[in-house]
């Protein structure tokens, strides 16, 4: 039954997405456009190898940003945000963040945990109306820490959440029927075969059950919460979950490139909120990279204790065999990036249909560093090399700023 509730959901998705195509433009086009800039300032070696890039990759457009020194101190468009309307990237166009969404559902919780609401050890359980336990290992609580950290033993590999919350609108107090057996979404699958806390699994669902013990924790959505608590406080007006925030206009069209066409998806609402479903921009974004990277603080308004967001930024287990990437609590943690000996990166990447996006902190480079493409990257070693090598770029260009 399981595979059979798996193929259904792998052809509905293929399904919607052929019904959404609104553009097919020739690939060849964009890397003649992308080397027509509007702007007065004269081209120089870095942004012809940013062009470059782009033609490599197929991306139609990037917005990057650096920040020192508690502000965005350099930022820039690239290529076209909307191929048909020729409308230009800037530091305001709105893009998809993708997995970057899951750090705000991390301080929502974080938040929450300053108030004293529960402990990070506590059994989530107390606090859900279902039970969630590995069914091969029944007895192993499942904790808040082990959710942050990617621990809890949950997969996301089996049955998309985009299938389950956005083309099936199901409510997240169905998420129940999904992580139990018997339930309508359940496959032994959704668990791994390690007890909670030992092995580091990349979890959406786990942060999705965090979205919604936000909820439960109190008494608003998440989306509200959100907002109220860490939206509005940072001064992030063009920051939502909800495509209905936005003129048409002020959103980056999402791309996906195949056959020598990019296909121009519509606008929709991600309501996976907690795992991938904020949109935002460079100025929003620098708002709160900063208020992380300043110890939870922007603009003298504080949205976390300094303790606080050291705690996040801290390997919460020991390795559990060769770990790439390494998570605090929400966060994810680069160890010696790169082998270069300079230190960690320090944030979330973001991936997914039409949207490619990065937003780290470099702590060598002392150095916030903000990347959005709307074109998802398809993970070829070409692809994923020229990738590191703008990030690495960027890097470079961040230390020329004191």
């Known amino acids: 039954m399981g595979k059979i509730i798996e193929r259904f959901f792998v052809l509905f998705t293929l399904f919607i997405l052929l019904q959404s195509v609104v553009l097919i433009v020739p ?18 070696d870095f942004d012809n190898t940013v062009i470059g890039y782009m033609a490599d990759a197929h991306w139609p457009s990037l917005a990057l940003a650096i ?6 101190v350099w930022s820039k468009g690239y290529g076209y945000a909307d191929i048909k309307n020729k409308k230009e990237a800037t530091n305001k166009t709105v893009y998809m963040l993708a997995s970057i969404s899951k750090t705000f559902t991390a301080t929502a919780i974080m938040q929450l945990w300053e108030k004293g609401l529960f402990n990070l050890d506590d059994d989530v359980n107390d606090y859900l109306p279902f039970n969630v336990r590995n069914p091969r290992y029944p007895d192993v609580p499942i904790t808040f820490r082990m959710l942050l950290s990617h621990r809890s033993g949950i ?44 092995k580091q699994t990349y979890s ?12 439960r924790l109190t008494n608003q959505t998440l989306t509200e919460y959100c907002k109220k608590n ?36 519509p606008p929709f609402e991600d309501r996976n909120y907690a795992s991938g479903g904020i949109r935002s921009n460079l100025e929003d974004l620098s708002h709160y990279l900063i208020a992380f990277m300043n110890g939870g603080e922007y603009n003298s308004v504080r949205i976390l204790k300094k303790e606080t967001v050291a705690l996040m930024f801290t390997y919460q287990y020991p390795p559990a065999g060769n770990e790439y990437i390494r998570f605090g609590l929400g ?29 780290f902190y470099h702590v060598y480079e002392d150095a916030g560093i903000i990347i959005f493409t709307n074109q998802f990257l398809m993970y070829s070693w070409k692809n994923l090399r020229t990738w590191f090598s703008l990030i690495n770029l960027v890097a470079e260009k961040a230390q020329s700023f004191n």
């Open 230 to 265: 860490i939206f509005d406080p940072l001064d992030m007006k063009n920051t939502s979950y909800f495509p209905s925030s936005y003129q048409q206009d002020q959103l980056a069209v999402q791309y996906l490139y195949s056959f020598g066409r990019y296909i121009a998806l």
């Open 204 to 215: 959406c669902v786990g942060i999705e059950l965090l979205g919604y013990l936000v909820e």
């Open 155 to 198: 997969t996301s590999k089996y049955v998309g959440l985009f299938d389950l919350f956005s083309m099936c609108r199901v409510p997240y107090d169905e998420l129940g029927e999904f992580l139990n057996p018997g339930g309508k979404f359940y496959s032994p699958r959704n668990w791994v075969d390690s007890p909670p806390g030992e």
């Open 331 to 359: 966060w994810e943690i680069y160890p010696d990036h790169n082998g270069s000996g300079n230190g960690t990166r320090i944030g979330h990447n973001g991936a997914m249909p039409g949207t490619e996006t990065y937003m």
């Open 27 to 44: 690939g060849n086009l964009i890397p003649n456009q992308l080397s027509f800039q509007k702007n007065t300032a004269p081209m120089d």
């Open 67 to 72: 920040i020192k020194n508690n502000s965005m």
